[in-house]
């Protein structure tokens, strides 16, 4: 059933819509950057990937000792961050890994802050903070480590939450089965389990 218009009303409708032609021209354009955008990203990201798959041997290994090493901190440092986990008070959860991984790169033990890092990311995913925020408290914390930064930077873990972090904001879902099979490799206790079901 047709609208019934009178002249003006079509040469303003008419106006309003750009020319055919042109429209044609810029989707063309668009299309073509946006292509070269994705195909670019996609292999930087395959580019991080193969980087993190390179780490993921030592990673393996360390798997057992790490975690034995966590659990006899578990009663000191992490207790109130189990109660946290306990409750599905997630917000909660990733500020005390944040203040937990500030306090534990003081004491120069790099490898635990840079997993508490990855934690921390994990519990802030699974509450409504937007992405763009959680990448820039994870920067913050970076930048705060001054020397260390770049040892820190190429961790397993930071590598892995930075890779998670922009193939989430990508829609990148291809890369998800990657991202939970290192997940896997974590040296987790059972309460931190559900950090990792994505």
């Given amino acids: 059933h047709k609208l019934t218009l ?3 009303e079509i040469l ?4 309003l819509l750009p020319e055919k032609e042109e429209r044609g021209e810029q989707e063309v354009k668009l299309t073509r950057k946006e292509v070269g955008d994705l195909s670019r990203l996609n292999i930087e990201m ?3 990937l193969g980087k993190l798959r390179q780490k993921m041997g030592d990673t393996r290994r360390e798997q057992g000792e790490f975690l034995k090493k966590r659990s006899v901190m578990k009663k000191r440092y992490y207790k109130d961050v189990i109660i ?3 409750s599905n008070s997630f917000k909660k959860v990733g500020l005390q890994y944040l203040e937990l991984a500030k306090a534990i790169s003081k004491r120069k033990d ?3 802050s840079s997993l508490l ?3 921390y990311g994990l519990s802030l995913l699974k509450t409504s903070i937007a992405i763009k925020e959680i990448k820039t408290k994870v920067k913050s914390f970076l930048d705060s480590l001054g020397m260390n930064k770049q040892l820190v930077e190429d ?3 930071i590598t892995l939450i930075k890779f998670y972090l922009d193939v ?3 829609n990148l879902d291809k890369y998800l089965p990657h991202i939970r099979e290192m997940l896997e490799l974590l040296p987790l206790f059972e309460e931190e389990k559900q950090l990792i079901e994505i």
Avoid: A
């Fill in 168 to 170: 989430i904001s990508h």
């Fill in 6 to 8: 009178f002249d003006p």
């Fill in 110 to 112: 790099l490898r635990t």
């Fill in 155 to 157: 961790t397993f873990h």
């Fill in 84 to 86: 946290s986990l306990k």
């Fill in 46 to 48: 395959d580019q991080i």
């Fill in 117 to 119: 890092i990855l934690l």
């Fill in 12 to 15: 303003l409708l008419e106006s």
